[in-house]
């Protein structure tokens, strides 16, 4: 399984400092990408970061892929108690073809 | 535009009793896919169609049964439910599996097997 796995499993951080999460993965892929899930709410898509890019940016999102360590980070910055969520990442195969895996997730709270 | 419609919203069935949930989506994607969820296991994916007249099975198909109606629609079938698929299952379409935009969820649909 290629299978993401997200790190921390659970964050809490004051309003306005940055959180950092992490996704570790196991074999190739064509591309990453990060979602968000409010509570009770379906995933949203936030970005997606191609095997051949090191960084993106959107908004105060900032994604690294890090291909040789096979790894990814989110990084909210000067975040907001609205950014309270799970976040996910994803990945599928080199091939472009495969359904996305989802790992287990991490659970940021942001506190006002 | 309403994206990626599930219906039900909340469903609670008898072990043994069968049901469907119904998606559809309405942005002209090809692929189409069941997701489950579990407290600490993330999303799980059931079924999925990469394009219309296609269907394969996930990761955990077992007890299930899906039918892409047409390139709108994609329905998951319970033919004899199981306290074991109590569950959250989410509908996602995208343009292809890795398409450049991520894929688009339904609002899920809570189901209970007593």
């Known amino acids: 399984s290629q299978q993401g796995e997200e790190d921390p499993q659970a964050l809490s951080i004051q309003e306005g400092e940055n959180a950092t999460m992490n996704c570790s993965y196991k074999t190739s892929i064509n591309n990453l990408q990060w979602y968000r899930q409010n509570s009770g709410r379906g995933l949203v898509h936030l970005i997606l970061?191609?095997?051949?890019?090191r960084e993106k940016h959107s908004g105060r999102l900032r994604v690294t892929l890090d291909t040789s360590k096979k790894s990814s980070s989110l990084l909210i910055t000067a975040s907001r108690a609205a950014d309270t969520a799970s976040y996910f990442c994803?990945?599928?195969?080199?091939?472009?073809?495969?359904?996305?895996?989802f790992g287990k997730g991490t659970r940021l709270s942001v506190i006002a | 535009n309403a994206g990626v419609t599930q219906t039900p919203k909340f469903q609670v069935l008898k072990t043994g009793q069968s049901m469907t949930l119904q998606c559809a989506q309405d942005m002209n994607h090809n692929s189409m896919y069941w997701y489950r969820q579990d407290p600490g296991m993330g999303l799980r994916l059931i079924y999925y169609?990469?394009?219309?007249?296609?269907?394969d099975k996930g990761e955990v198909p077992n007890g299930y049964n899906v039918s892409r109606l047409n390139k709108r629609e994609f329905s998951l079938r319970l033919e004899s439910a199981a306290p074991s698929q109590t569950s959250v299952y989410f509908c996602a379409s995208s343009t292809q599996p890795q398409g450049p935009y991520g894929y688009t969820f339904g609002s899920g649909t809570r189901l209970t097997v007593v």
């Open positions: 970061i191609r095997s051949n890019e």
């Open positions: 169609s990469a394009s219309e007249g296609t269907t």
């Open positions: 994803a990945t599928g195969g080199n091939s472009g073809n495969t359904p996305l895996v």
